[in-house]
């Protein structure tokens, strides 16, 4: 294994991710490999092991690459010297400062008094029916306040013991108490609820700004020790006393009215920092707990606000990717069908949490619904339908089966939709260039076949850059050979571009307008050229946007039919029809311009989708496409009645 790692390329062996986790499972040693980067400084000009060690320095705390890399700097014949790692030891000392309890050993002195602060505290908690309590209180936290103030380090020494002393109090309520399951719980949430206590009547000694300043500490401690909790237990790992914190906490500063008021972005950025870095991927053993946090009604409902005008608050954005890592940690099992029996119930709680977002915030998921797409398998056909069912709640949907539908003369089929992603992080600068370029002057045409090599992938496509985050996170290995995220990003911005050169010459998006240009060729070259994978996930990327009734819907419905109708190819017909007809035989929702795509193509003689062989190549599937279409149109109608 550790052979494996030196001869790996350095964007594998160099990923911090990928290496904690064979260091923490022992696959390999942090020795052995704190000597291998060590040695990987030599070359001055190879800035990778640098970076690395910047992005994170926790490497750099261990004795041996410490060792290693003042040997190497000191040598004569090293090619490193002290400007070169400057910025790696600026870094160091930040690292440092943040994070005091992770390279400081305690102080006994200093943990022995911690410790009888903590015996103090419960016992005036045990007994706060009695005599004095408040005079005892008072006198504790005017105590604490006086060593917090004296040293710095003090307050978290005594959160993390505090949190230890609770998880082990846990863990042995549970062995103590394994058929008396109900009493276990109780006492765990005793102890729970008055650290919780006691975090709320701290801040309250405090102004606002270190009030916030507190919270975070709190949450960041409670998020270490979760961790290492997590990390040491394993199959052993109890859950909930972090839930109960966590759903506690934020149920008690949301009490605090004035300081929400205030501090709202602020409050929820901590919390939602704080779930981001205990994310199923990093910490499988609380995905149940950490969902269930995640789809808290009041957590929802400070998130997911709007401002007198309707725009979207940040905490949107703070939300957006919460229910991204989710989709990221269900990807590999979604893309490969393995769902047991866990991952089952995973999967039924993250559709309840999609229901309940298209019901109360539809608004988000239209806003967001690219970015979704991009971290949901293409085959995962119900999560990405409910998503792109999503309308605003002020539209009235017209139906799609009524016989006196004019789409084209809907007032809002001429609007472009709101999105809060930026759909084109996913294209590279270069490549952009090269793209606009052609879009204005159809040259060069070498350009059609480069768009190809583009599109595959010769590593796993970069989530982070998808998702727009400035921290390194995890790879989204998607298991194809093309760059999904960037065919997603290639369509839309291709289909943009043309809805505005249309508009700027006063038309609309029809089968005529959208025939000729520089957009319907690249178009029309991929579904031509692609093989049966990459075409199947172009078709996917046209038909991701196909919502609610606006320009993007309107224009990528013309799109597909138009490659439908002057397609040369059998092969290419068939497989718009497999995706317009999977995505159509699975449970409601179904978005709507689903719908009237599938509708104008089966009822429209001029496309002939009767006559084609693939449809009465046997009367099982010509019966199939009946039956859908009479399922659909019933289902419509009985929506509609209960409606009404």
Known sequence: MVRAVREAKEDVKFNEH????????????????????????????????????????????????????????NSHDSPIREDDVKPLMEVLKLFVQKNPENVREDDPKLREEVRTLLQQW????????????????FAFFSHLNQQIQRNDDYLIHFL??????????????????????????????????????????LMKFHNEQMKIKLLNKVLFTVKNVLQKDHDTKEKGFLALPYNRFFAMLFSEVSADYSLMEKYTVQILQIFCNAYHQIQPSTTPGFVYAWLELISQRQFLSKLLTTDSKGTPTQGWTFYQQLLIDLFKFLYPFLRNAELIMKN?????GTLRILLVLLHDFPEFLCDYHFSFCDVIPPGCLQLRNIILSAFPRSMVLPDPFSKDLKVDQLDSISESPRMSHDFTQAIPPAFKKDLDYYLKTRSPVTFLSDVQKHLRVTEVADISRVVGQSEVIPKLDTGSKYNIALMNSLVLYVGVQAIKLIHSSRHTPTQTTI???????????????????????????????????????????????????????????????????????????HPWGLLI????????HDYHFWDHEFVTCAPEIENLFKSVFSNLQSKTNAVREEDE
């Open 122 to 137: 419960i016992q005036i908690i045990q007994n706060r029916s009695g005599e004095n309590t408040d005079q005892h209180m």
């Open 597 to 604: 795509t599938f509708i104008e193509l089966i009822k429209n």
């Open 18 to 73: 990928a290496i904690d986790l064979l260091i923490k499972h022992n696959f390999i040693m942090l020795k052995e490999f704190c000597i291998h980067l060590a040695s990987s400084l030599h070359d001055k000009l190879n800035l990778v092991p640098h970076n690395f060690l910047i992005k994170d320095p926790r490497f750099t705390m261990h004795t041996h690459l410490c060792v290693s890399l003042c040997k190497k700097v």
């Open 344 to 348: 089952e119930k995973l999967y039924k």
């Open 515 to 589: 025939a000729q240009g520089s957009h319907m060729d690249i178009f029309q070259h991929l579904a031509v050229d692609l093989d049966n994978e990459g075409r199947y996930l172009f078709l996917n990327a046209i038909c991701n946007q196909l919502r609610y009734p606006n320009n993007h819907t309107h224009y990528f419905s013309c799109t597909l039919l138009h490659l439908f109708a002057e397609g040369n190819s059998e092969k290419l017909r068939e497989q718009i029809t497999r995706i317009l007809l999977e995505r159509l035989c699975v449970n409601r929702p």
């Open 160 to 201: 993390r013991m505090y949190m230890d002393t609770l998880v082990e109090q846990n863990y042995k309520s549970y062995q103590q108490n394994k058929a008396y399951v109900y009493q276990a719980r109780e006492e765990t949430y005793h102890f729970v609820d008055s650290f919780v206590r006691l975090v709320i009547l």
